[in-house]
């Protein structure tokens, strides 16, 4: 994911990127490739980056533990400049400083990060997913079980709850 920036001419530049997740170290979660828009805006002393990143990455659901896929779309702007001094009055997204001898950038390890910094922290094969039963484990998800509804003293819930995690 190499952008030649050595005779960049002032303006827009559009790029497009296809590469296999595990050859910018992502990893076997994310199976399908990677595909990355970019276009970067070239003025005097700074390159303004912006990229859109889709890929899918396969996940256990935190809820009734089944595999799902998901889709991962995350769009992130780069500004590169060649001193800070240049980065002055910039407030657009984050701050790459490069040397006035950078022949290319190299977004792998950017891209990289924005995926996974999307993956959500709470992973649900769906936002309603009806989990498992707590007593004889079925996946609620595909139909009631048949197990009595339970009713439990409050006080004793709490209780509960330690011991299934055991
Ligand atoms: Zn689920
Ligand atoms: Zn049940």
Redesign the pocket.
């Given at each position: 994911m190499k952008i030649n920036i050595s005779n960049l001419s002032e303006g827009v530049h559009e790029y497009e990127f296809e590469e296999n997740p595990s050859s910018i170290e992502l990893d076997e979660r994310f199976s399908r490739p990677v595909v990355a828009k970019v276009g970067i805006e070239k003025r005097r002393r700074q390159l303004f980056l912006t990229g859109h990143i889709k890929t899918f990455g396969k996940f256990v659901?935190d809820?009734?533990?089944?595999n799902?896929e998901k889709e991962i779309e995350v769009d992130y702007r780069m500004t590169y400049v060649y001193d800070m001094e240049d980065a002055g009055e910039i407030d657009r997204g984050e701050i790459t400083v490069i040397h006035t001898s950078t022949n290319e950038i190299n977004i792998a390890e950017d891209v990289r990060e924005y995926i996974l910094l999307s993956v959500p922290l709470k992973l649900?094969?769906?936002d309603d997913?009806a989990?498992l039963c707590s007593t004889c484990g079925a996946n609620l998800?595909q139909g009631a079980c048949g197990c009595p509804k339970e009713d439990i003293d409050p006080r004793w819930e709490k209780l509960k709850k330690i011991i299934n995690k055991n």
């Open positions: 659901c809820r009734c533990l089944d799902f649900l094969c769906k997913c989990g998800n």
